[in-house]
């Protein structure tokens, strides 16, 4: 569904991202992880199409991005963005009802109304329909706004979930993706804990200086040394042999010292 050769992007003379390949296929989720400034917002950017490669291709569906309009593009990949702007105080209900937008062929049908109530609904937020977005916690939002992007019915759902969430929505969302990657969505998702990867995600992409250095299952591509290299503390990995893995974080002194 996506393919990206050779990806690169250059602002002046610093290469933002560099020389990344990845594939997600039908139903298939992939974590995008590496330390902070390491090009992560920079590769989902291009994915979506918001930006252009200096460098490479990224192919959907098997053509270029460059080929698709905008709104054949929103048709196709739907972006949960950390960006939570509005240029107008729109009800959660309208903000939800944007994502049928690319859909709509002249004007909004019975249809476009009950998909936007479901979708409200599947996050559990329709309580919160008549509220003003500007209005909502940041985690009310983010639950809206991933109601927008369900909406969009898109095959491809780029995500960057926000630090808002606590860890039952957080869990809920990534649940939430890992069930829409069953139902055959390709999912891409930023993600700053290695154990939520492990947990959802099929393949890990872990850039370092916006080249990728690792590829592959979480399990076997989030090594103890490797992760140290990238993130520059120690990491202890523990879990029981058919259960899960978890990556913990230490100062390098205390795993010397233990
Ligand atoms: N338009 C730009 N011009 C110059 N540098 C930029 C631009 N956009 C991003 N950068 C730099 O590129 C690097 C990668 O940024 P990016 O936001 O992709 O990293 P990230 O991995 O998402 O970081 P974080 O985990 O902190 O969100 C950073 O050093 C950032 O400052």
Excluded: I
């Amino acid at each position: 569904m996506l393919k990206v050769q050779n990806l690169g992007y250059r602002v002046g003379e610093r290469w933002l991202l560099r020389g990344v390949d990845l594939a997600v296929g039908e139903g298939e989720f992939l974590a995008v992880l590496g330390p902070n400034g390491s090009g992560k917002t920079t590769l989902l950017r291009l994915l979506a199409g918001e930006l252009r490669p200096t460098e490479g291709e990224v192919f959907l569906l098997g053509e270029p991005l460059a080929v698709y309009g905008p709104q054949a593009l929103a048709r196709q990949r739907a972006v949960l963005s950390q960006v939570r702007e509005m240029a107008f105080p729109y009800t959660a209900y309208e903000v939800a009802f944007l994502g049928r937008l690319p859909h709509l062929v002249g004007r909004e049908r019975p249809l476009d109304h009950r998909k936007t109530l479901e979708a409200l609904e599947r996050v559990r937020a329709l309580s919160l329909k008549e509220r003003l977005f500007p209005s909502l916690s940041g985690g009310e939002a983010m639950r809206v706004e991933v109601a927008r992007l369900l909406n969009q019915e898109a095959r491809l759902l780029l995500d960057e979930p926000t630090n808002h969430l606590d860890p039952r929505y957080a869990l809920e969302l990534l649940c939430l993706f890992r069930a829409l990657a069953y139902e055959g969505k390709g999912v891409v998702a930023v993600l700053h804990d290695l154990n939520l990867a492990g947990l959802f995600a099929d393949r890990v992409l872990l850039l370092k200086e916006g080249r990728a250095v690792a590829y592959g299952p979480p399990q076997a591509v989030l090594h103890p040394g490797l992760l140290e290299e990238v993130y520059e503390v120690a990491f202890s990995v523990l879990g029981q042999p058919g259960g899960p893995t978890f990556w913990v974080p230490l100062p390098r002194e205390v795993v010397r010292g233990a």
